[in-house]
């Protein structure tokens, strides 16, 4: 893969900017930069207008941030330091992420600068924790409650939390986390249970109140569905017969094998678009992941931008936007976006 600097007026607005060539798709590189006071900055999802939501460490702890148009907004302290991190956003510009509001660690929904405490399952559970991954068009959130022992997945819906459960398990308190929901309210997660000694991991599906585990060769091991796209592709990893996860999808209910780029043993996969691309990350046995792209089954290296000696992918967009971050050699983690050059966004 080659790259180059790319001069541009990004740099006068102190956005490092480069591109990438990638089997003939040239990304131009944008460092979103931080909020005041932020050292290491972690981008989780991104929309269609291109807004970027996530996390920035900083000397007083956790702070959320939404990137639009440029800046980045610290939301911990547009919603008077109540939102610490922010996982989720739709294509309404409506952010959701864990907050602690009125003592309680709970989901919460953003949007037009108000803050919504998306509750609990009833007044009983107030003081338990609850979080929300992502939330769709139609304003459904998928997230998890904690419970003494265990957690449950959860939707909100109208204004409601509902707890969604776990897959069945033989063992002790199994728990399960939501990570997405598509725009036809499924969603995709992980079911956790502990037996042997350790935790067996298993992807799910959840539609029509039934929850499903996602099938895996019967000679691989555990498996995560981190993202759903709108017709129902999912995508995760999976631990190969060797022992080493790879990035897979779920298409019409088959797992296939993304395997990961030339020479490297691991990979996975953390977000699906509507176009069927997927991004994630890939490694050596030296563990230093570098950011790629499927698209039709096949990786692309995106690239160690700014000097970089790891990066990953996170998010992407129906435009083909891609944000992720990559580590400096300072130790730095910089928030970045890949955009497809033409941008057809």
């Known amino acids: 893969m080659s790259s180059k600097i790319v001069a541009s007026l990004l740099l006068l607005l102190a956005f490092a900017t480069l591109a990438v060539n990638a089997q003939a798709v040239e ?7 931080t909020i005041a006071g932020g050292t290491d900055v972690r981008p989780s999802a991104i929309n269609n207008r291109g807004q970027v939501v996530g996390t920035v460490s900083t000397s007083s702890g956790y702070h959320a941030f939404l990137w639009q148009n440029g800046m980045m907004v610290d939301l911990t302290a547009e919603t008077g330091g109540a939102a610490y991190t922010a996982t989720g956003i739709n294509n309404r510009g409506q952010v959701v992420g864990t907050a602690t509001l009125g003592g309680f660690t709970h989901a919460y929904l953003w949007q037009g600068g108000e803050l919504t405490d998306l509750g609990a399952l009833s007044q009983r559970y107030c003081e338990y924790p609850s979080s929300a991954s992502q939330i769709n068009n139609s304003g459904q959130v ?46 995709v997660g992980v079911s956790t249970s502990y037996h042997g000694g350790h935790n067996s ?58 395997g990961t780029l030339p020479g490297d043993a691991f990979s996975f996969a953390y977000d699906i678009n509507n176009s069927g691309q997927v991004v994630g990350s890939s490694s050596g046995s030296d563990g230093n992941e570098r950011a790629c792209t499927w698209q039709n089954g096949v990786p692309t290296n995106l690239g160690l931008p700014f000097g970089a000696f790891f990066s990953k992918a996170y998010g992407v967009n129906d435009s083909g936007w891609i944000c992720g971050e990559c580590y400096t050699p300072d130790h730095i983690g910089h928030a970045v976006l890949w955009q497809p050059i033409p941008d057809t966004q």
Not at 27 to 33: A, S
Not at 165 to 175: C, H, R, T, V
């Open 142 to 187: 998928a997230g998890g409650l904690s419970l003494p022992g265990y957690s449950h997945a959860c939707v909100w819906q109208k204004g409601a939390m509902e707890d969604i459960g776990a897959l069945p398990s033989e063992f002790f308190y199994p728990s399960c986390s939501a990570s997405d929901i598509n725009s036809r309210g499924q969603v």
């Open 27 to 33: 990304y131009r590189v944008v460092d979103l930069g």
């Open 201 to 258: 991991y298993t992807g799910f599906i959840w539609e029509r109140g039934k929850m499903t585990e996602l099938p895996i060769p019967s000679d691989w091991w555990y498996s995560h569905a981190y993202a759903i796209n709108d017709r129902g592709t999912i995508a995760g990893s999976a631990t190969t017969p060797t022992g080493r996860p790879h990035a897979v999808e779920w298409l019409n209910g088959t797992m296939i094998d993304l």
